[in-house]
């Protein structure tokens, strides 16, 4: 089941247009016009129509079912986005002028390396994908890393505004900093720059080479969950852990909130940042997730910059990938793209 949500304009057409009519695949777009942002999860796609502003103007949200592979759960977006996009066009009488998604892993033209747990996920080539799927031209279309794209969100309307250099951390079932530098989302060489989950803990982690991502690992609302379930002896989840009342698991949030503290201010030292925002799932408790990271930047940091929470917390992924779709009609022949920037990785 799907539910969407959807903003009414009084004296709107209860019809929807075509799907292929709501799309605008050559030419300049009206004022009307808006965009699709779209974000693939492990375990939900979220779909969003937008004006290039960011505001929302309607939402749908599906299960990735991801057991069943890469070949359905883009099926069953592709259909979603082109009736969201419909019944949009319906309602504010514009049409899509660009699509942007995003994936968690490094997004090339072909594959998807460090991708989700969806099998074949690493074998989409989501821009042709979508192209195909939308009836769209590629210069319609922007794909990228979630986290990334995020940090985009969050520069040009959100909590990172005016700050450079930033970073925006995510916490949530894993964990990533996207660093904005020079007014730039930084992809790195190879487009894993901010991929922190992989940090090595201490002299006897061997870390990608043998399989393991280990910060991530120890501080994840996936790590705590696992480590919280065998020291309780019975499953729970990051977010109990952060509300139960037992000593030993209080010292078990503590610890790993303070080792990714210790990780954020050598981030915040090597770049001399200004502003940290954070996001994610385990920013439910932002009181505790904030506190030990100003506690820890506080001390050690010369230049302590200022650590607060994104405005976007429970749907940064999706306000990035609107962001990319954004950035498409900002692109000109030959100029500096901070969308191709933020969305190559």
Not at 148 to 171: F, Q
Request: hydrophobic content about 45%.
């Amino acid at each position: 089941m799907t539910a969407l949500h959807r903003d009414r304009t009084p004296g709107a057409p209860d019809s929807a247009p075509a799907p292929e009519q709501a799309f605008v695949c050559s030419g300049a777009g009206a004022g009307k016009d808006f965009v699709c942002g779209i974000d693939f999860g492990g375990t939900k796609i979220a779909l969003a129509t937008a004006r290039p502003d960011g505001t929302i103007l309607a939402s749908e949200r599906l299960i990735t079912e991801a057991r069943e592979g890469a070949v359905q759960a883009v099926r069953r977006a592709m259909a979603a986005t082109r009736e969201l996009v419909a019944h949009t066009a319906a309602t504010t009488g514009g049409r899509c002028v660009a699509v942007g998604a995003v994936s968690p892993g490094i997004v090339l033209p072909d594959r998807i390396l460090l991708a989700p747990n969806v099998p074949g996920w690493q074998d989409l080539a989501l821009a042709t994908t979508l192209c195909e799927g939308l009836g769209l031209e590629p210069e319609r279309v922007a794909v990228g890393n979630d986290a990334k794209a995020a940090a985009l969100a969050e520069y040009r309307w959100g909590a990172l505004r005016g700050a450079d250099p930033a970073i925006l951390l995510t916490v949530g079932t894993g964990i990533a900093a996207a660093i904005v530098l020079g007014g730039r989302v930084l992809g790195g060489a190879n487009g894993a720059a901010g991929e922190i989950g992989y940090l090595l803990r201490g002299r006897g982690d061997t870390g990608f080479g043998a399989g393991h991502a280990p910060l991530e690992e120890y501080v994840s609302g996936i790590g705590l969950g696992a480590r919280g379930s065998e020291l309780l002896g019975r499953e729970v989840d990051a977010a109990a852990l952060f509300t139960d009342p037992d000593p030993r698991v209080r010292v078990l949030v503590d610890e790993a909130l303070d080792e990714l503290a210790v990780h954020v201010a050598n981030l915040a030292l090597t770049l001399d940042v200004e502003r940290i925002a954070v996001t994610g799932g385990l920013m439910r408790s932002a009181s505790r997730v904030l506190g030990a990271i100003r506690a820890r930047a506080r001390v050690a940091v010369p230049f302590p910059p200022v650590v607060v929470r994104a405005r976007f917390l429970q749907d940064a992924a999706l306000r990035g990938a609107v962001s990319l779709a954004a950035e498409v009609l900002l692109r000109s022949p030959g100029s500096a793209d901070l969308a191709s920037n933020a969305g190559r990785a």
